[in-house]
Every structure is written in structure tokens, then in C-alpha cells.
């Protein structure tokens, strides 16, 4: 469903994906994993035609991703990094907006759109300028942009932070739920809990390398322990002023 | 003490920094051209200009700290008021105010230009401490319209009156109304000329129609599967509902060549170089030279479809168009 081969994105001087080789089968839940500045939002940029590689080739849904961007984005959904709202829309027209230029009948959309606001707990703040709602709300109302026209795959930059527990768990089953019914979805986050409890595919990458893809049962140890050995261990400073004088 | 001196050298700094209202007024089209070509006979546009200036500059420079981050500052009482006190004079309009105080008392200046510049001076500063913000019940209530393009050309509506063009707009628009309703017989070439003034005054949105969408937005707008013509048929669409309106009272055919000609035109910058707006400014233009050229086209389609034929309108809607799908095409590769 996603492969790429040797995808490479170079700015200027700066290589921040270099040469990435990388399948997702269909119905498959990858879950993308790395520091920041290693290369996930540029990968997960290239993988849905945002941002052109410097080289190298991707399909995603048997379409070759720079040749058909129009029809490559009719299928996918897709959570960009800054989320792609317009302040000047309620979180109800943003859903409503998508429903249409996607050809999801009046109707359809209307009522898809009630039950993921319902699920997501958006219900209160459905009449709400995006320029005047929460983080999470934003998030949330992104993540249902996403959905409503149901995609063949999903592409989500970091659908879980600033998220409620609760809503997070909904969200969690949702995604786990369309991958049963064969959609992609790739995601990246840099909550481990999560990401051990949804994959089906674990990819780590450092420094615009892929480093470690494999699924879930072939981690050699817990999937923290194991990320903190191969991308980055944590290294705790003592900074001795804190907590010693009235500042 | 010390703690209030640092604060107000940072919002010195800020204020120093924010130049946008200065910078809208100068970069834009309405404000450039009526300068240029009124000049002795442009007193209301000049006088336009400087109450322009004076009310946004005049705000409370204490708003530039967020007031979350004013309430956490570990400052006393005393230093509260007096920051409070000593935060006016960080804003330059205050000083003039004092100056011309000083000028009045001396008589270089009559006390009422004093007490006029220095009430508009209180009220902008008043009126900007004052919580505005465009709740939902203005907004939700704009016109729904056919087709897939609905919600967007909604929010490029609210984006649009959120700009102080379309209020400048607005203001000639309704001075043809009220000429017009107590009957006072202005020759048509007066109608005409205001016309042009409220596509003049709109020029400087249609010279960057992705302004106010924010980074966000655009990344939307790649990710949505709607070509590049119909993205700007949509700001189109929105741009012509408010000036064919707007245009009605004074001469609606000539109006329609002129927003006609104001969006063929100002396709070119929205594309080749977006220029990032701000909320309740005027907007910043292209430039001296293609707001004069812009001015120039307007004009020139205004006057031939008034003057000559309306058929003139058909050689405009298809440039328009022309214009829609080539621009449309830049769109779509630049998001390739």
C-alpha cells in the first residue's frame, strides 16, 4: 500500500531523509518513531506529496505519489504537522468542507460528521472558529477531517499529543479499528505507550536513517528500552542551581 | 523599579518592532494612488490617511504583553500602577499629544486640533483595551452558496471583512448611497471615479488573495483534492460578492470590469509572491509600480465598459478566466 525506495530529501547542505527504503502492507497500523529532527514529518511530507524528494520513488495506493498528486489526494487522509486549519472556519464547516470536495454526499457528510464529533466529544464546540479553539480541539477537529472521507490510507503526524486520555483511547481504537478493515495508517508520535499498544509495524529512524522496522513481536526488548539503545538514550544533567536558592 | 524599567524597554522594543499599521498604510494601493494623483485635491484622503495611522498606533502599548504572562510576573502593587502610568509614553502618538499640548498652550496650534487629535488618540487607546474579538454571532451568519467551493468561499468572505479595505470600501460606497438617496446631482464621471475608488480600495487584497489563511491554511489547501483554478475561483467568487455590492449604488456594470480587472491582475502576486496579511490592517500591495499599473487597468475597463460599451465586459471575463486557469496552473505546480 506505502513503498518507498531511496527517498532522499535534501535541504541545501542539510540531508534530513537519506536514501529510505520502506513497505506498508495494506490494513497495517506502521507507527513512525524517532528524536525530533529525524526526519518523520519530512518522510510523512514526501509520503503524501506535500514535499517533493530530492530523489528516490514513492506509491502509496498504487499511485506513483509526484505523478498523480490530485487523485493520490483523493484517497488518503491525511494530520499535517501544523493541522491545516483555517481560522475563519468552525470546526462544523471544516467537516462539512471536506465532506463536499471530496464528493461525500450532503447527507453522508452531515451524519458522519455528527458521530465523529460525538466520538471525539467536539459536539460542544462544533460552532467554534478554529482560531479560537484549544490545541486539542484543533487536533481533534484535524483528525476527524481525516476520517470523514474515508480513505484507503491514513497519514497522521503525532495524532496524540495535547489529546485527553480519553479521547485518545477513542481515537486509538478508531485507527485500530479501520486497519481491521484494511486501511494504512502511518503514523509518527513520541508516545512509546501508544505506539507499543496500535502497532503493527515499528520504524525508528535517526538522522534521516531508518535504523530499526520490524513488527512489534521481533523487538528484541520492551519497545522504550529498545528505542532509547538504538535512537537515543536519555541523559539526565543534574543543573545544581535548581531548587537551591530563591531565584 | 528595576523590574518595570526591563518591562518597559521590551515593549519599547515591540512597539518599535510593529510597523504593520505604518507599513499597510504605505504599500497600499488605495492610499498610494490617491496620493499620487489627488494631491492638492486629495485633503479627505490625506485626512483619511492620518486618522488611519493615528488610531492604530494609538493603542495601549501594555496589550503587548500577554495577560497571562502580566499576571504571573512576580511584580508588587506599586509596580503594577506604576507601569501602568509610564507604559503610555512607550507609544511616540503620546509625545506628539504632549507636543502639540505644549505648541497650544504657545499658540503655534488652535486648542481644538489639540483636542482633536488628542480625543482620537484617548479613544483608540480606550477602545483597544477593550475586549474585541468578532464573536460567532456576526460571523456564522454569512450567505451559504451552491456547489463544493460553500465553506470556502465562506471563510474568504470573513477573511475579507476583516480587513480594514473593505470598510475604506465600504465608507466611498456609502457616500454614492447617500448622494444618490437625497437626490444631490453629481455629474455620472463623478460615479464613475467612486467606483474605481472602491475596486482601488479592494486592489490591495486581490494582490494577495492567500494573505490571511496562515500557514495552516495553505497547507490545506495542498492536501485538498481541488485544482489550483477552483481554489481561486473561490477567493474570486468571494472577492466579487462583496464589490459587486458594494459597487451598486454608484455605476454596477463598470464596477463589475473594475473588480474584473482588479482580480485578472492581482492573480499574478497572490501566485508569484504571497504576501502574508494582517487581521484588521489595511492590506500591503504588490508595490508602487503595480499598483499603479493595477490602478491603471482598473480604470481603463471601468471607463470602457461606462463610457463606450458594455460589451467591453466579454473581452474582461475572458482575460479574467484566462487568467484563473494560468495561474491556476502555477498553483497546482508550486504544490507539487
Redesign the interface.
Given at each position: 500500500m506505502i513503498a518507498c525506495r531511496n527517498l532522499t530529501r535534501r535541504f541545501v547542505d542539510f540531508v534530513a531523509v537519506n536514501r529510505i527504503t520502506l513497505d506498508v502492507a495494506k490494513g497495517a497500523v506502521c507507527v513512525f518513531l524517532g528524536p525530533n529532527g529525524a526526519g518523520k514529518s519530512t518522510t510523512l511530507k514526501m509520503l503524501t506529496g506535500l514535499l517533493a524528494p530530492t530523489s528516490g520513488s514513492i506509491t502509496v495506493c498504487g499511485l506513483d505519489v509526484t505523478a498523480n498528486p490530485l487523485e493520490l489526494k483523493r484517497r488518503i487522509g491525511v494530520l499535517p504537522e501544523d493541522l491545516g486549519l483555517f481560522d475563519d472556519l468552525t470546526v462544523d464547516e471544516h467537516l462539512l468542507l471536506t465532506g463536499a470536495v471530496y464528493g461525500v454526499s450532503k447527507r453522508e457528510t452531515r451524519a458522519r460528521a455528527n458521530q465523529l464529533l460525538h466520538a471525539l466529544s467536539l459536539e460542544d464546540g462544533r460552532r467554534t472558529f478554529a482560531g479560537a479553539c484549544s490545541h486539542g480541539m484543533r487536533k481533534k477537529t484535524a483528525f476527524a477531517m481525516a476520517l470523514l472521507p474515508s480513505p484507503r490510507a491514513l497519514f497522521l503526524d503525532e495524532p496524540f499529543e495535547a489529546i485527553d486520555p480519553v479521547t485518545s483511547r477513542i481515537m486509538r481504537d478508531l485507527l485500530v479499528t479501520v486497519a481491521r478493515r484494511g486501511v494504512t495508517v502511518f503514523l509518527t508520535s513520541h508516545i512509546l505507550s501508544v505506539a507499543e499498544q496500535i502497532a503493527t509495524q515499528v520504524v525508528m529512524i535517526r538522522n534521516g536513517k531508518i535504523v530499526w522496522n520490524s513488527p512489534p513481536a521481533a523487538l528484541p526488548q520492551s519497545l522504550e528500552q529498545h528505542y532509547f539503545d538504538l535512537v537515543e538514550a536519555p541523559v539526565v544533567e543534574d543543573l545544581k542551581w535548581l531548587g537551591s536558592s530563591q531565584s | 523599579m528595576a523590574r518595570v524599567l526591563a518591562i518597559l524597554r521590551a515593549l519599547g522594543r515591540a512597539y518599535r518592532r510593529d510597523q504593520r499599521s505604518l507599513e499597510s498604510v504605505v504599500g497600499n494601493n488605495f492610499f498610494l494612488v490617491t496620493a499620487l494623483l489627488l494631491q492638492n485635491a486629495g485633503g479627505f484622503i490625506y485626512l483619511l490617511i492620518g486618522v488611519v495611522l493615528l488610531f492604530p498606533l494609538s493603542t495601549d502599548p501594555l496589550r503587548k504583553v500577554p495577560a497571562s504572562r502580566l499576571a504571573l510576573w512576580p511584580i508588587e502593587a506599586a509596580e503594577r500602577r506604576l507601569l501602568r502610568a509610564l507604559s503610555p509614553w512607550v507609544n511616540p502618538v503620546s509625545w506628539v499629544v504632549a507636543g502639540l499640548a505644549v505648541w497650544a498652550i504657545r499658540g503655534k496650534v488652535t486648542f481644538g486640533l489639540w483636542a482633536a487629535v488628542a480625543g482620537l488618540a484617548l479613544a483608540a487607546f480606550l477602545l483597544s483595551d477593550l475586549p474585541f474579538?468578532p464573536g460567532?454571532a456576526v460571523?456564522?451568519h454569512v450567505p451559504q452558496f451552491p456547489?463544493?467551493?460553500?465553506?470556502?468561499i465562506?471563510?474568504n468572505l470573513?477573511?475579507m471583512v476583516?480587513t480594514l479595505d473593505f470598510y475604506c470600501a465600504g465608507t466611498v460606497s456609502l457616500c454614492g448611497l447617500i448622494c444618490r438617496s437625497i437626490g444631490l446631482r453629481l455629474p455620472p464621471e463623478a460615479f464613475v471615479a467612486m467606483t474605481v475608488l472602491v475596486a482601488l480600495a479592494l486592489s490591495s487584497y486581490a494582490e494577495s488573495l492567500f494573505g490571511?489563511?496562515?500557514?495552516?491554511?495553505l497547507?490545506?489547501y495542498?492536501?485538498?483534492?481541488?485544482?489550483g483554478w477552483e481554489i481561486l475561483a473561490a477567493k474570486d467568487v468571494a472577492f466579487l460578492a462583496i464589490a459587486i455590492p458594494l459597487t451598486l449604488p454608484l455605476a454596477p456594470l463598470a464596477g463589475l470590469a473594475a473588480a474584473l480587472a482588479a482580480l485578472t491582475m492581482g492573480h499574478a502576486p497572490t501566485v508569484n509572491r504571497p504576501l502574508p496579511q494582517t487581521r484588521w490592517r489595511f492590506s500591503t500591495g504588490a508595490g508602487l509600480i503595480f499598483g499603479m499599473l493595477h490602478a491603471g487597468f482598473m480604470a481603463m475597463a471601468a471607463c470602457s465598459v461606462y463610457f463606450s460599451s458594455r460589451l467591453f465586459l466579454l473581452p474582461l471575463i475572458a482575460a479574467w478566466a484566462g487568467s484563473i486557469w494560468y495561474y491556476g496552473r502555477r498553483l497546482?505546480r508550486a504544490?507539487?
Open positions: - | 474579538t460567532p460571523w456564522l456547489g463544493r467551493w460553500n465553506q470556502l465562506r471563510k470573513r477573511e476583516c490571511l489563511d496562515g500557514a495552516g491554511g497547507a490545506r495542498r492536501l485538498l483534492p481541488l485544482a497546482d504544490s507539487a
